[in-house]
């Protein structure tokens, strides 16, 4: 048996036990390892990380990306930082499980903000004012968002470029946001609406 086969072996072994072990052990390796990895690509990343089974960062060349103290993503979410974006996420910031982050411009997450399940944060929207040519080759066109301490966002909501989300304002699951809401506001529909 070679050492490269004897080595794969106990590397998927021990993936396998991770794994099957779940729980916080699994949590924990996984979220020292995000860590690391953050680290090296530049990011400043605060103490407490916590990333869960299929939860992933995706950063791009020139990306500026700072995580506060005890930041969560649950279960397969995503964060997206675009080449020379900027994504801040402060002091216990939770992002729900399947819940995507895209930052291809500037996205802010304030204190303490709740983005529950599903839920899809997007700086970005394609062009399409040239009817001449398609869609994809027209780029997009990046405004930033800025989430404001102590927000929830509820399951499956979307929130879109150039939005602000006021303090303590919520908005209701399966909401769009295009526009922005007011500080402890209440915020439902497709678009969403004060109430």
Known sequence: MSSSFTYTYFVIRICERIRFL??????R???WYWTRLLEIRGAKV???LVVKRGASFSLYAGARVTLGQGVQL???AKVFVGVAAKLLIEDGVFIGSRSTVV???EVHVGKGSQI???VTVIDTDHRFDQVEQILVDQGGVSNAIRIEP???IGANAVVLKGVILGVHSV???GSVVTKSIAPYAVAVGNPAREI
């Open 116 to 118: 529950a399940h599903h």
């Open 74 to 76: 649950a279960e397969g």
């Open 171 to 173: 908005v209701g699951a």
């Open 46 to 48: 605060g103490r407490g």
């Open 103 to 105: 930052a291809n411009g």
């Open 150 to 152: 102590y927000v929830w």
């Open 22 to 27: 779940g729980g916080g052990w699994a949590t």
């Open 29 to 31: 390796v996984r979220s």
